[in-house]
C-alpha cells in the first residue's frame, strides 16, 4: 500500500513575519524600492519559501491595506453598537485612528503613502472600503450636529483624520502616550467634540519598539 505524502501546512507565524517586514521595507524605501527576495531575507524566510504564502509583491501590499482598513472598519461598526451618543462614537472613532498609527506605524504608512501601487482590483475594493469607512465618521457628525451639510461634513471628518496622519511624515521625539494624548486633543478640536479617555494608551507605550514616534521620515 503506498504511503500517503503528508500535507504541507502554512506556518501562520512566517506570514506575519513576511507582512511585518515588508511594511517596515516599504515604509523606509518605498514600494518599488524592495524587491520580494528582500523582503524574504528580512523576514528569514529563504528561497521560494515567501511564494508559498504570497504569489508576488503586489499581494502582500494588498494585505498590509486589508489590514488597516478591515480593524478600522471593524473597530468604527463596534463604536456605533457600544456608545450612547455621537459625540462618544467620534471620541471612540478618534482614539482608534491615533492607537493605530501609533502602535503599527510602518504598516500606516504604507497604507496612506502606497495606494497607487495597488492593484487594480485592489485599489478599486480599498476605495470602496475607505468611502464607506470615512462615512461612518460623517454619519456621527451629522447625527451630532444636524445642521452640517455633507460637504462640510466630509472636509471637517478629512482634516481630523488627515491630523492623526501627520505622525507618520514627521520626527518627534515625544514619548508615545504624550503623542496620543496631543494627537487625539487636535483632531477633537477638529470636530469640536470632547476628548474620550484612552483604554490602550499603555499597550501603546508597551508596543511601542523606540518608546518615541520616530521615523525615518523628516519633517
Same mark, same amino acid.
Given at each position: 500500500?503506498?504511503?500517503?505524502?503528508?500535507?504541507?501546512?502554512?506556518?501562520?507565524?512566517?506570514?506575519?513575519?513576511?507582512?511585518?517586514?515588508?511594511?517596515? @521595507?516599504?515604509?523606509?524605501? =518605498? +514600494?518599488? =524600492?524592495?524587491?520580494?527576495?528582500?523582503? =524574504?531575507?528580512?523576514?528569514?524566510?529563504?528561497? &521560494?519559501?515567501? +511564494?508559498?504564502?504570497?504569489?508576488?509583491?503586489?499581494?502582500? !501590499?494588498?494585505?498590509?491595506?486589508?489590514?488597516?482598513?478591515?480593524?478600522?472598519?471593524?473597530?468604527?461598526?463596534?463604536?456605533?453598537?457600544?456608545?450612547?451618543?455621537?459625540?462618544?462614537?467620534?471620541?471612540? @472613532?478618534?482614539?482608534?485612528?491615533?492607537?493605530?498609527?501609533?502602535?503599527?506605524?510602518?504598516?500606516?504608512?504604507? +497604507?496612506?503613502?502606497?495606494?497607487?501601487?495597488?492593484?487594480?482590483?485592489?485599489?478599486? %475594493? !480599498?476605495?470602496?472600503?475607505?468611502?464607506?469607512?470615512?462615512?461612518?465618521?460623517?454619519?456621527?457628525?451629522?447625527?451630532?450636529?444636524?445642521?452640517?451639510?455633507? $460637504?462640510?461634513?466630509?472636509?471637517v471628518v478629512r482634516a481630523a483624520i488627515s491630523s492623526i496622519? &501627520?505622525?507618520?511624515?514627521?520626527?518627534?521625539?515625544?514619548?508615545?502616550?504624550?503623542?496620543?494624548?496631543?494627537?487625539?486633543?487636535?483632531?477633537? %478640536?477638529?470636530?469640536?467634540?470632547?476628548?474620550?479617555?484612552? $483604554?490602550?494608551?499603555?499597550?501603546?507605550?508597551?508596543?511601542?519598539?523606540? =518608546?518615541?514616534?520616530?521615523?525615518?521620515?523628516?519633517?
Amino acid at each position: 500500500m503506498a504511503k500517503s505524502r503528508a500535507t504541507r501546512v502554512r506556518d501562520p507565524e512566517r506570514r506575519e513575519r513576511i507582512i511585518d517586514a515588508a511594511a517596515v @521595507l516599504i515604509s523606509q524605501r =518605498g +514600494y518599488l =524600492g524592495v524587491s520580494l527576495s528582500e523582503i =524574504g531575507s528580512a523576514a528569514g524566510i529563504v528561497g &521560494s519559501g515567501i +511564494y508559498r504564502h504570497f504569489d508576488n509583491k503586489g499581494a502582500i !501590499l494588498v494585505e498590509i491595506f486589508d489590514r488597516v482598513v478591515d480593524h478600522l472598519m471593524a473597530s468604527a461598526e463596534q463604536s456605533f453598537t457600544v456608545s450612547p451618543d455621537s459625540q462618544t462614537t467620534l471620541g471612540i @472613532l478618534v482614539n482608534d485612528q491615533v492607537e493605530l498609527v501609533l502602535r503599527d506605524r510602518a504598516l500606516c504608512q504604507v +497604507y496612506v503613502r502606497e495606494a497607487r501601487n495597488l492593484p487594480e482590483q485592489g485599489r478599486l %475594493r !480599498l476605495r470602496w472600503k475607505q468611502r464607506h469607512y470615512v462615512a461612518l465618521w460623517e454619519d456621527a457628525l451629522r447625527a451630532l450636529r444636524p445642521g452640517t451639510d455633507v $460637504e462640510t461634513a466630509r472636509l471637517v471628518v478629512r482634516a481630523a483624520i488627515s491630523s492623526i496622519h &501627520s505622525v507618520l511624515n514627521i520626527n518627534s521625539d515625544l514619548p508615545t502616550a504624550r503623542a496620543a494624548v496631543s494627537l487625539r486633543d487636535a483632531a477633537c %478640536r477638529v470636530l469640536q467634540i470632547e476628548p474620550q479617555p484612552f $483604554e490602550g494608551v499603555r499597550e501603546i507605550e508597551l508596543a511601542s519598539t523606540s =518608546g518615541n514616534t520616530s521615523s525615518t521620515a523628516s519633517s
